[in-house]
C-alpha cells in the first residue's frame, strides 16, 4: 500500500529463430518493459539491427489504412487479438484494390459537393435581384441602352437622384448594412453622365452572371433543380460507400491490428542487442510475474535460452520503472498525484494520505449536508452509468467529497443554508461565534499535514541511503525538530518558562536545527567531492541561504492552511447573501414570493459549482505546494510494458 509493486530486471538470451516469438508472447503478455543495457565492464556494446526500412513500410501502408477509413467514413477498431504476420506485398495489393473501388466514388462526390457550392454562391449572387425580371444577357446585348447594377449608401440615395436627368431610369430595392441595391438604366449617348453621377454617389458595381434569356428567377429555379438532381446523386453514391464499407471494414480492421503488432516488434527488434546468433532481450517486470514470465520463455524456446532475473538494488533509482497497484477507490486520487509527477521507484508511495487528506479538506471547506448530497449523488450515477474509467473515478471523487461535505456540513448545521437548521449543528456556522477556532483547527490540520510530508521525507531519504539528508535536510529529522519544538514553545510557553526551561529549549530547538541546515551542505561537499557543489564557499553560501529559507517556509507553508477555514466562511457567505437577496425580492409588488425562491435555488447553485470548484482546486494546491513539496521527487518513470499496438514500453536502461 505504501510502497510501489516491487521490480525485477529479466535479461534473456535467446536464438535468433525464437526471438520473433519470444517478443509476440511477451507482447501479448503485456508485463514487461523492455530495455537495452548501457555497455559497461561485464555488458560491452552489442551490435542492433537497422530496420528503418521496414519500419517505413509498414508506416506507409498505415497512412494509406487511415486515408481509406476516412473516405469510408469507417471509425477506428475497438481492438482485441492481434492476428498472426502479415505480408507486406499482398498487403500493399489488397489495399490498392480497395483504393480502385472507391477512387471513382469518392471523386464524383466530391465533384458533386464543389458543384453543390458553386450552385449555392450563384443564386445568392442574384438573391438581392429576384423578384424583378433583370435580363442577364450581360452589358453588351443591348444596342441602345446603358445598364447597370450594383449598391450604394443609403444615405447618397437622395443626391444621386438629384444629380440624374430625366434620361435616367433608377430602380432601388431593399437592403442591409446601410446600402441599397440599385438598377439604373439610360441611353449610350448619357451613359458617361451616369457614370460620373454613380461615382460620385460611392456606387459599388455588381457584375450579375451572364446568361442568355434568362432573368434571377429562372436563372435560380434552374439552379436548384440541379441542386436537388445533384443531392439524390449523393445519396446514391453515400448508400455505395456504405456497402464498400461494411465490405472492407472487417479486413481494414484486421489489417491494421496487425500493422500495429508488426510495428511495435519491429521497432522492438531493432533495439534489441544481438550477436551473430543470439539475441539479448532484457526489461523490468512486476517482481510476481517474473516466474511465469521466465516459464514461458523457456517453453517457447524448449529450454533453448538463458534467463537471469535480478532485484533493482543496483540499478539507478531513477531508470526503475514504477508501477502503481490501487483499488478502485484509490485509483483516482493516484490520477491527482500523476498530475505532478510519478513517485520514485524507491519512494513512499502517499496515495492513501491523500486520498485522505484531500477528502478531509475539501468537506471543511465545503460543509453544507445539502450541497454534499447533491455530489454524492452526482457521483454515485457517474459510477453506475459511467461507461469509461475515467467517468467512474470521477464518481467515485464526487461521491467522496460530497460524503466529506456532508460530515461537516452536519458539524456546521448547514443545509443548503437554511437557517432552520442552524440550532441541530454540533459545533456551529463558521461564520458564528468565535471564527478563530476555526482558523485554529484549519492551522491544526496545516501541523498534521507538514508533519507527515517531513516523516515522509526523512523515510524516503534513509530509504535511499541518503543519511545526511535524512538527519540534516530542512525537511528531515532536523526540521522535524525545529518545527515540533517551535510549536511546543508556542503551545507550553508558560509551562517551559516557570521551570526555566525557555533557554535550553531555544538552543535545542532552534539553534541546534539552524546547524544541522548550516552543515548539510559543506558536510556533503567533503564526503562526496563529485563537484555538485561547486567549491566549498559556494557550499556554504547555499546552507546559509537554505536554513534561512527553513526559518521562513515552516511559518508560510502552515500559516497557507489558513485558507481552509476562510473557504469554509467565504461559502457560508455566499449562501448568506442568496437569503438576504431573496428577502429583498419577496418584498416585490409582483411575484416576490415565487422571485425569492428562485433567487435562493440560484444561489445555492452558484454555491455548487463556484465553491465546489474552488475548494478542489485549493485542496489541490495545498496537497502539491505545502504536502508533497516536503518529500515528494516526482521523478519517477511510469511502468510501460511492452505490448503489441500502441506504446513498445522500450525504453534505455
Not at 556494446?45 to 489504412?65: F, H, K, P, Q, S
Not at 464526487?398 to 452536519?410: D, E
Not at 518558562?497 to 539552524?514: E, I, T
Request: net charge negative.
Amino acid at each position: 500500500m505504501f510502497s510501489p509493486a516491487p521490480m525485477s530486471r529479466l535479461s534473456a538470451v535467446v536464438l535468433d529463430k525464437d526471438e520473433r516469438e519470444v517478443l509476440t508472447t511477451l507482447g501479448r503478455m503485456g508485463v514487461i518493459q523492455l530495455t537495452r543495457l548501457p555497455a559497461g565492464a561485464e555488458t560491452p556494446a552489442l551490435a542492433v539491427r537497422d530496420l528503418t526500412g521496414e519500419i517505413g513500410r509498414y508506416e506507409r501502408l498505415r497512412a494509406r489504412l487511415e486515408e481509406i477509413r476516412r473516405l469510408l467514413e469507417i471509425t477506428a477498431p475497438a481492438g482485441g487479438e492481434p492476428p498472426g504476420e502479415i505480408d507486406l506485398s499482398e498487403a500493399d495489393e489488397r489495399l490498392g484494390s480497395i483504393e480502385e473501388h472507391i477512387g471513382e466514388v469518392s471523386h464524383l462526390r466530391r465533384a458533386y459537393r464543389q458543384r453543390q457550392r458553386d450552385l449555392t454562391a450563384l443564386c445568392d449572387q442574384v438573391s438581392d435581384w429576384r423578384g424583378l425580371d433583370v435580363p442577364l444577357a450581360g452589358p453588351d446585348h443591348f444596342s441602345f441602352l446603358h445598364f447597370v447594377t450594383g449598391n450604394l449608401p443609403e444615405q447618397n440615395l437622395a443626391s444621386l437622384r438629384a444629380a440624374l436627368g430625366d434620361n435616367v431610369a433608377l430602380a432601388v430595392l431593399e437592403g442591409q448594412k446601410g446600402r441599397r441595391p440599385v438598377i439604373a438604366m439610360t441611353t449610350r449617348q448619357n451613359s458617361d453622365s451616369l457614370e460620373k453621377a454613380l461615382q460620385g454617389a460611392g456606387f459599388q458595381r455588381e457584375v450579375l452572371p451572364e446568361v442568355e434569356g434568362a432573368t434571377p428567377d429562372t436563372l435560380c429555379a434552374e439552379k436548384e433543380k440541379e441542386h436537388q438532381r445533384l443531392e439524390t446523386e449523393l445519396q446514391r453514391l453515400d448508400i455505395r460507400l456504405k456497402s464498400l464499407a461494411d465490405e472492407f471494414a472487417p479486413y481494414l480492421d484486421g489489417l491494421e491490428a496487425a500493422i500495429w503488432a508488426e510495428l511495435g516488434l519491429v521497432r522492438a527488434q531493432q533495439e534489441l542487442a544481438r550477436t551473430d546468433a543470439t539475441t539479448l532481450i532484457t526489461g523490468w517486470v512486476p517482481a510476481h510475474e517474473a516466474a511465469r514470465v521466465g516459464e514461458h520463455l523457456r517453453r517457447i524456446t524448449r529450454g533453448r535460452c538463458a534467463i537471469e532475473v535480478t532485484a533493482p538494488d543496483d540499478a539507478p533509482e531513477e531508470k526503475v520503472p514504477t508501477l502503481l497497484t490501487h483499488s478502485g477507490l484509490l485509483r483516482p486520487f493516484g490520477m491527482l498525484i500523476s498530475s505532478y509527477g510519478t513517485p520514485n521507484y524507491r519512494e513512499l508511495e502517499p496515495t492513501i494520505f491523500v486520498a485522505v487528506s484531500y477528502v478531509l479538506m475539501f468537506g471543511i471547506m465545503f460543509g453544507d449536508w445539502g450541497h454534499g448530497a447533491t455530489l454524492a449523488a452526482l457521483g454515485v450515477a457517474a459510477l453506475l452509468k459511467g461507461k469509461t474509467e475515467k467517468t467512474r473515478d470521477m464518481g467515485v471523487l464526487l461521491t467522496a467529497c460530497g460524503l466529506s461535505s456532508v460530515v461537516f456540513g452536519i458539524v456546521y448545521g448547514s443545509f443548503f443554508g437554511l437557517e432552520h437548521f442552524k440550532r441541530y449543528a454540533l459545533w456551529h456556522d463558521p461564520l458564528e461565534g468565535d471564527p478563530m477556532g476555526l482558523m485554529y483547527g484549519a492551522i491544526a490540520v496545516g501541523v498534521i499535514m507538514i508533519s507527515l510530508g517531513m516523516i515522509l521525507n526523512a523515510v524516503n531519504r534513509f530509504r535511499r541511503g541518503d543519511v545526511i539528508g535524512g538527519f540534516l535536510d530542512k525537511f528531515g529529522v532536523a526540521g522535524i525538530l525545529f518545527y515540533w519544538g517551535v510549536l511546543a514553545m508556542i503551545i507550553g510557553r508558560d509551562a517551559i518558562s516557570s521551570r526555566g526551561l525557555m533557554g535550553a529549549a531555544l538552543v535545542v530547538f532552534l539553534v541546534v536545527p539552524a546547524l544541522c541546515w548550516i552543515l548539510k551542505e559543506p558536510l556533503e561537499y567533503f564526503l562526496r567531492r563529485s563537484g555538485e557543489h561547486g567549491t566549498l564557499g559556494i557550499a556554504i553560501t547555499e546552507s546559509f541561504v537554505g536554513a534561512f529559507e527553513a526559518f521562513l517556509s515552516y511559518l508560510a507553508n502552515t500559516i497557507s492552511f489558513v485558507r481552509l477555514g476562510a473557504y469554509a466562511m467565504s461559502h457560508a457567505a455566499l449562501l448568506v447573501a442568496a437569503f438576504m437577496l431573496a428577502e429583498q425580492v419577496k418584498h416585490l409588488p409582483v411575484a416576490g414570493t415565487v422571485g425569492g425562491v428562485i433567487v435562493v435555488i440560484l444561489g445555492n447553485l452558484v454555491a455548487i459549482v463556484l465553491e465546489g470548484i474552488i475548494a478542489s482546486v485549493q485542496a489541490l494546491r495545498l496537497e502539491y505546494y505545502e504536502f508533497f513539496g516536503k518529500f515528494f521527487s516526482g521523478d519517477g518513470q511510469a511502468f510501460e510494458p511492452f505490448r503489441l499496438a500502441g506504446k513498445t514500453g522500450f525504453r534505455e536502461s
